[in-house]
Structures are given as structure tokens and as C-alpha cells.
């Protein structure tokens, strides 16, 4: 597909868009250029468009029925991209991976039980788990040279008092793909002490250069059965906005388990524009996904090439998965809250803080690059006005 799809800057201001129309709740104010919540500023597939236009001239949207295909979708998609095996009664649809990981939580633990994240970490995770009121844990990740590494000696120490691992693969917002090794480290200390793992991998269709997402579950048999994976096609067909998850449960005790409770929640009715555009996304949609991940990867080594030329103030962790840059400003001198003012007020950036990620996260932000050029180089000369001469 053609660059010039992605280049085509589309105005989404006054549409209910929650990253331009909410500028003023976020930042204070509407005069900045928004690169934060993690959906793309590109049109969708144009199979996808073409599914949705074909509903909408049909003219009628009632309840939808939900066959086999669409589980054939799931496990064609995973075979293919990630040569994960699954079966179709292992697939439970949601309206969303944050809801299905809160649905798991309260299937799979009670109240005042310990629950693992592993910080600076995709910020709903925190409240997810105290919103239902368990414990939280934290494992904080290790930062050597703006790479982020797993402190096993404390991960163990915190899974010896959790019920619930909540992983975060690839993790989100310092964009590692874990190593086998490092999976299969985490995986047999949370057996070793009976913890459970909920293995959030929405980003893993968005892995770059030599890097291999791993599933969790496709380690061995017996990790199999300890991991509930959640997916979804939202960040990689930029579908959010329609409410479509899934959580993988290969375990058939957990399977009834999860079955008996959500059906009580009544929240499997999902819409047929959701359900369409998931099959068009998973069988049509190639060249549109492999184009996208190329300009994604080159948006990556044009901001990589501008910071280390203009911006020497400003570091960057590599980025190996998912189309957020986690950036370090630490070398300006600022404290959180003289940061984020500069960067509204000065540079007119709304772009997401880092300490809202958990500790790790100070002197952080986190730019989103799924954007046309045009706009990621804005923003860029934007930061410029961080510099101290400035």
C-alpha cells in the first residue's frame, strides 16, 4: 500500500474523538498538538471500510448473531501471525481487553488478594486492580541505559504474595518484547507459588526489526494451562472505538469457571460493526497491516535520527513493539510537575506523563507515532522549545 494513505493527515477535531476533544479535561487546554491515547491518526483498511459502508447501506442494525466464523477469524489470525494453536471453544468475546481483564480479576480472585504488575506500566492496570478493591503488587522494571530489564529476585518475592500476575506482553509504555528466557522465568515462578497469569498481548501484532513476540501460552503445556491471554484487533486495526476483545482460556476447569460467571454479566452482545470488521481486519487486511508497520518503523528511525541530532537533551528507549515511544527527559532538570508544564505551555504537546505509568515512570513521557509524518515532525520541532537555549 502506498505511503500516501498514511501520509493524508484526516481532521478529527469535533468529532467526539477523545484524543483531540478532550484536550481541555487532559491538559487544561485545547492549544496543543495531542500525540497521547494509543490509537492511530490512519484511516482503517480499506476492507474494513468497505465491510462497514456495506452495513451502514443495509440500514439496519439489530442483534447480531455470532457463528463460528468469527471464531475461525480469531484462530486463523493467531496461527498465522503467531502460530498459536487454539480451539474455538477456548475464545470468549468482550467489549474490550481493560473489561476483560477486569472480568477475569473478579472471576479469578476476591477481594484484598495480591495482584502483580510490573512498572512503568500501561496506567488502567493500576486501577483495574484497585477499583476492585485487591492488592496491589509491584515488581518495578530495572532501567540500564534507557533498556528495561525484569528484577527477578524482587518478582519472586511479590508472586510468593499474589494471586493474580497481570502481565503486560509486549509491555507498554517501555516497548520490550520479552525474551523466551525471560517468559519462561516468570512463567515457572508464578507455578511455584500457585499464581495465575492474565497475559495482556494487544500489542503483539506490533513487533519490529529482528524481535519475535512470544505467546506465553506457547511455551509448554503446563504454562498453557496457568495463562489467560487477552487480544484483541483494536491497536492493530485501529478498531478501539468499537469495543471488540478477546481472552484465550486454554484451561477447561478455568473455561467453566469463567463461562458460569459471565453469563451473569450479560456481556457477550456485541455489535455486528465490531464483529464485520474483526473478519475483514483478520483475512483482508495484510496489506494495509504490513504497510503500516513499515511507516510506523520509519516514523520510529526519523524521531530516533531527530533526537539524537536536535534534541541531545532528550533520550529514547529502542523501540521493539507497539507504536509508543517512551522518552526520557530527565536530563533537563525538571521535577514531574515542571516537566508536564513545559511541555504543554512551551513545546503545546499533549503527550502522556510519565508518573501516571507507576514508579519508573518520573521524568518520562510517552509520545504516540502512529501519525503522519507531517504531524510526528511538528511535534518534534515543537520539543525543540525544550532545549535550555530556547
Not at 506490533?206 to 494451562?225: A, D, R
Amino acid at each position: 500500500m502506498d505511503r500516501s494513505f498514511f501520509d493524508l493527515v484526516i481532521d478529527r477535531k469535533g468529532t467526539n474523538c477523545l484524543k483531540y476533544d478532550d484536550c481541555v479535561h487532559r491538559f487544561g487546554t485545547a492549544d496543543v498538538l495531542p500525540l497521547w491515547v494509543a490509537d492511530m491518526d490512519f484511516r482503517v483498511a480499506p476492507a474494513i471500510s468497505r465491510v462497514a459502508e456495506e452495513i451502514v447501506k443495509h440500514g439496519i442494525y439489530g442483534y447480531h448473531h455470532r457463528t463460528l466464523r468469527y471464531y475461525e477469524a480469531v484462530m486463523h489470525w493467531m496461527f498465522s501471525r503467531h502460530k498459536l494453536e487454539i480451539n474455538p471453544n477456548e475464545i470468549f468475546f468482550t467489549p474490550g481487553v481493560v473489561p476483560a481483564i477486569s472480568y477475569l480479576i473478579q472471576a479469578f480472585s476476591n477481594v484484598g488478594d495480591g495482584i502483580l504488575i510490573q512498572t512503568p506500566v500501561y496506567y488502567p492496570f493500576f486501577s483495574v486492580i484497585t477499583d476492585n478493591k485487591r492488592n496491589l503488587l509491584i515488581n518495578q522494571l530495572v532501567e540500564k541505559d534507557n533498556y528495561y530489564y525484569i528484577d527477578f529476585e524482587d518478582f519472586e518475592r511479590k508472586a510468593s504474595q499474589a494471586k493474580i500476575f497481570l502481565l503486560c506482553s509486549p509491555h507498554n509504555p517501555v516497548s520490550r518484547v520479552w525474551d523466551i528466557e525471560e517468559l519462561q522465568q516468570m512463567a515457572e515462578i508464578c507455578d511455584k507459588y500457585g499464581v495465575l497469569i492474565i497475559s495482556d498481548e494487544i500489542h503483539s501484532d506490533i513487533v519490529f526489526g529482528q524481535k519475535k513476540h512470544v505467546p506465553l501460552s506457547s511455551l509448554s503445556e503446563k504454562v498453557k494451562n496457568n495463562v489467560i491471554t487477552c487480544h484483541s484487533p483494536s491497536k492493530t486495526f485501529n478498531l478501539a472505538g468499537l469495543g471488540l476483545g478477546y481472552v484465550i482460556i486454554s484451561n477447561s476447569e478455568w473455561r467453566k469457571k469463567f463461562k458460569e460467571y459471565y453469563k451473569v454479566l450479560y456481556a457477550e452482545g456485541l455489535n455486528v460493526f465490531a464483529y464485520e470488521t474483526m473478519f475483514a481486519a483478520y483475512y483482508e487486511s495484510d496489506d494495509w497491516y504490513f504497510s503500516m508497520l513499515d511507516y510506523v518503523y520509519e516514523n520510529y528511525m526519523f524521531i530516533k535520527e531527530f533526537v539524537s541530532v536536535e534534541l541531545p537533551f532528550v533520550r529514547h528507549t529502542p523501540l521493539e513493539a507497539t507504536y509508543l515511544v517512551w522518552l526520557d527527559f530527565r536530563q533537563l532538570g525538571l521535577d514531574d510537575v515542571g516537566l508536564r508544564r513545559a511541555v504543554i505551555e512551551k513545546a503545546q504537546l499533549g503527550i502522556n506523563d510519565g508518573p501516571t505509568f507507576g514508579p519508573g515512570g518520573s521524568g518520562f513521557q510517552r509520545i504516540n507515532i502512529a501519525c503522519p509524518r507531517s504531524v510526528l515532525e511538528e511535534a518534534l520541532v515543537r520539543l525543540k522549545r525544550l532545549c535550555p537555549k530556547h
